[in-house]
């Protein structure tokens, strides 16, 4: 309670994140963060250390002007950390894992400074997810990529692998998706917000397939739901019933969008990544056990 009233911008769960990596004594001890402070006690606070952990960036940039930048996001990779407390203090993204958003912080601090918020998010992917994402770098330009995100103007491209070979060659799932009273899991629902996601196969394998995927909404998990309604789940996709795999095969190629500054079409592609590359390779010559 102490830390949530005095520091600057420390929520509940940041407060209690510094307390247990161990960053907040009490007249040099550590406590519990349930501790009852007397008057008298000296408390002192340190900050998070970024470590070797942290680094690695800039590896993952692939793309930078003076308004945005663009990311190649690795499979595995969380892009913020669960804790909201890292939006209003950045430090906070530092405690636990490892994510993107942590990466980012580590590497250029000031970006927190630059008038930007949630330092520069506008879209997200999910931690299993790998490939494009954008940044923004300015507060004009944050609000603008925004709303492209939230208007539809994106035209987002994946490459998905799934179980199975669809039908028909190219499609259109045209599904609601939302939270079903009783159901934790996201999925099709009569009542949930409406959801398009437009496909084509682009190879097959023995019995599974290629797909380039473009989902034409943006609702959380959209992809997996909608290949799982289709009947063919996304490879490596635990929670929507994928066969089991090194990595979920999904993964953001394509994004292109009016640039916020100068309006010209701006066009970034992210290759399938190697590790893709392996898993599918091994996907594609065998039969699904009957």
């Known amino acids: ?21 161990g960053l907040v004594t ?34 993952l940039v692939i793309f930078e002007d003076k308004a945005l930048l663009a990311v190649e996001k690795p499979a ?30 580590s590497a250029r601090p000031k970006t927190a400074a ?9 879209h997200r992917l999910d931690r299993d997810t790998s490939g494009l994402m954008i940044l923004a770098k300015t507060a004009e330009a944050q609000e603008a990529l925004t709303a492209g995100f939230r208007d539809r103007l994106m035209e987002k491209t994946y490459l998905g692998a799934v ?53 034409m909404t943006g609702r959380t998990n959209q992809i997996r739901i909608h290949m799982e309604y289709l009947g063919h789940p996304i490879i490596g996709d635990r929670l929507y019933g994928g066969r089991p795999a090194a ?22 592609e992210s290759p399938m990544p190697e590790d893709f590359k392996a898993v599918w390779k091994e996907f594609k010559k065998k039969k699904q056990a009957v």
């Open 1 to 21: 309670m102490f830390l949530t009233e005095t520091g600057e911008n420390f929520t509940r769960p940041f407060s209690r994140s510094l307390v247990l990596e």
């Open 26 to 59: 009490v007249n040099g001890e550590l406590r519990k963060p349930s501790y009852q402070l007397d008057t008298g006690d000296i408390v002192e606070i340190g900050a998070p250390e970024t470590g070797q952990r942290q680094d690695g960036f800039e590896r």
């Open 76 to 105: 595995g990779l969380a892009v913020h950390p669960n804790s909201a407390g890292w939006e209003t203090n950045p430090a906070a993204a530092l405690l636990g894992e490892p994510t993107l958003v942590s990466l980012l912080f």
């Open 114 to 122: 630059a008038g930007v918020t949630r330092l520069g998010l506008v």
């Open 163 to 215: 179980g199975g070979i669809p039908e028909d060659r190219a499609g259109v799932i045209n599904a609601p998706i939302g939270r079903a009273t009783g159901f934790k899991k996201i999925k099709v629902w009569e009542y949930g917000r409406d959801a398009v996601t437009e496909y084509k196969i682009k190879e097959k394998g023995a019995d599974c397939a290629l797909l380039q995927i473009h989902p």
């Open 247 to 268: 990595r979920m095969l999904l993964h953001s190629t394509r994004l292109a969008f009016a640039h916020p500054v100068t309006g010209k079409k701006t066009e970034l």
